[in-house]
Each structure stands twice: as structure tokens, then as C-alpha cells.
């Protein structure tokens, strides 16, 4: 791990060159490795050096960089890329858990999210379901055994600040570890593992692409938690990265910090922008004084954020209306993305959670979510305050 700073790291940490000194990372698309004798095939199996892979499932040079670029962004000693941020979730907590385990987790997060939690709970491992955002049902609900506290430290989509330090300290004092979903605050307003978290994962589909391309998950953590439990795990049931994925997210990351502080300039001047209109019932965004946690997502992220909600009180048809005001802003499901989109999250993100689940988690019919993308900031007031005009 060198002493760089965030936007050094993005572009240079973990390159792995070949004997041809090539500039940019080579994509080295094989699936499998050849050894120069029957021995250093048997040696390789018993265990590999650092330029020693066996098959892409394991591990594979162009991945590898992509692991340990994340790991020395994030601040962890190890890395391990998935399939997808789904494959990394289900990763980090199927290889830690077996039945009879405690988590407690927020009950704010992505409906991929809470379907994994159910799965686990089929399997025998007790699920707690708390509101995330107060220390106090934290405290409340961890106990001996309990073995993981799970949150989204930006939820989605209701964009609640969790208290990283907080948790993590009521969590190590009963023995679990603290494993938080990063995937809204980005690793550029990720301080996750120095506030006390032990494994961060993020959906690098989203702004670690930055272009919307590929699928892509990443576990971050200590060497042995990721060398162990998850690379075990996640490599004999087939949730590896491309790759392919893994070439096009390293190029993503160099240009991740340019792109995330750019977004969040833009929905921050959209929300100072937007808050007030009489056409909201809520203007959601963690850099506005009015959010609940504004002071601990300064202090914990140091901005508010590349997401903003909007909850029309005019409900589902106000929310309508909004959505196909928009000219500039997309209507997709994705985030993070160089180009800003609109979600309505009751109608599709979250779509399988019940009117009552919902409704607990801050789900109403006329909240619409927005992730700001790369283009000019006064192009996209313009296109959001039109479109809450139309409303
Ligand atoms: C998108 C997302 C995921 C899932 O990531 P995929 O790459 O789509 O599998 C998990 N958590 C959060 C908070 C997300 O936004």
C-alpha cells in the first residue's frame, strides 16, 4: 500500500505489467493457465505466488489489478471482485454465516438486498430488521452471537446516513462484524473502514463503471477474511468478475473521483434548487441542513452525495408527470452512471415489497429518485425544475 493520495491510486495502484511494458492495463481475456511442468501444476494447487493463477474462476492478472486498486482505495488489505454487487453481497454474507447465526440489519436497503437476508433466513440464520438510522435499535438488538451488522451507509432509496462509527462500535463490543454496502456514497465518500467498518462492498456496476456498461461487485476487507472465507466461497459457487468487466471498470476508476465530485455538485445545486417547491411533500438529499443526518453525512461522507430524492405530493401521478417532463435526466433503474437518471423506485426498484414494507422504509407513491450524472449543472436545474413545473 503506497502513501498516494485517492485520484494517484485510481490511476496507477495495482498495474501489473507484462514483458511487453505496456501503458495501459492489458486485458487478459483466458479463462485458464498453462504450467510449464506436471510439478508446477501440482505446486500451483498446493498454493500460488503473487503472478500465479490457475483459472479465471480464481482469479485471473486483469482482475487481480482491478482487487488491488479497490483494496488500496478503500484502505483494506485485500479485495476480492464478483460477478456483480448482488454476487458480492451474497458472497460477503453466505461465507460468513451458517444456521443458528444473528444478523441485524437495516431495514432501509435495496430490495436485492433484503431477498438475500430472506434466502439466509430459509437457511436457518436469525434476521433482525431495525430502523438503521437510530444507535439506539442497534444497541438494542445485538447480542452474544450475533455475527454481522449489515446496513447501506447511503440507503436506497431513501438516502439515510447511518452512523458507520456508531454501529461499529456497539457491533465489535458483542463480537460481529460491521459490513457495509457502499454502494450510493461511492469510495469517494466511502470513509467506511476508518470509521470502524470491517468489510465494505460496493455494486461497481454503478459509479465504478461510471459509463453504465458492465456488471461488477468487489468485497473489501482484511487479507484473511477475503483470502479465506469469501474467496473460498464465492470461487467454488461461481460468482467470479469477467475479465472483461474488470478491464473496463479499471479504466472506469481512473476518472471515478473527477466524475462522483461532479454529480454531487450537480444534485447538490438541484437540491438547493428544488427544496421548497410546493409540488414536494420531501426533498430528499444528505447535503441539505433540512435532512435528518446532515451533520453526520458531513462529517461521515464530507459532501451529500451524487443522489437526490423526490417525493412529489401530488403521489404516483405527480411522479408520472415528473418523470416524462424530463428531457436531459433518463428513465432507468441504474445509478451512478456519467448520464443522470430518474427511478420510481414504488413501481420498479422496489417494486416486490409490500405496500406496508414500503411504506416503513419511506417508499410513497410520488418519491422519485435521481442520480445525477456528468453533464452540465446548469443543463440539469434547467431539465429538474421543468419537469417539477409539468408536475
Ligand atoms: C445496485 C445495488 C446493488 C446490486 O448491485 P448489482 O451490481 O446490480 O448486482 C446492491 N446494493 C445497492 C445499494 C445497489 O444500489
Redesign the pocket.
Known sequence: MTEWNTRTKLVHEGIRRSQYGEMAEALFLTQGFIYPSAEAAEARFISSGKDEFIYARYGNPTTRMFEDRMAAIEGTEDAFACA???AA?NGALTATLKAGDHVVAARQ??G??LHVLKVLAGFGVEVTLIDGADLENWRAAVREGTKICFF?SVS?PGLEVIDIKGVAEIAHAVGAIVVV?N??ASPIFSRAVALGADVVVY?A??HIDGGGRV???VICGTKEFIRGPVETYVKHTGGAMSPFHAWVLLSGLQTLDLRVRAQAASAAAVAAAAEGSEKLGRCIYPGLAAHPQYALAMAQMGAGGTMLGLDFAGGKEAAFRFLNALKIVSISNN?GDAKSIATHPATTTHKNLSDEERAVIGITPGLVRISFGIEDTADLVADVMGAIAAA
Open positions: 456483480s454487487g448482488m453481497i436497503m435495496f436485492s438486498c447501506e436506497n454496502d454502494a450510493f455494486s456496476t454503478k456488471l461488477g461487485g445509478l
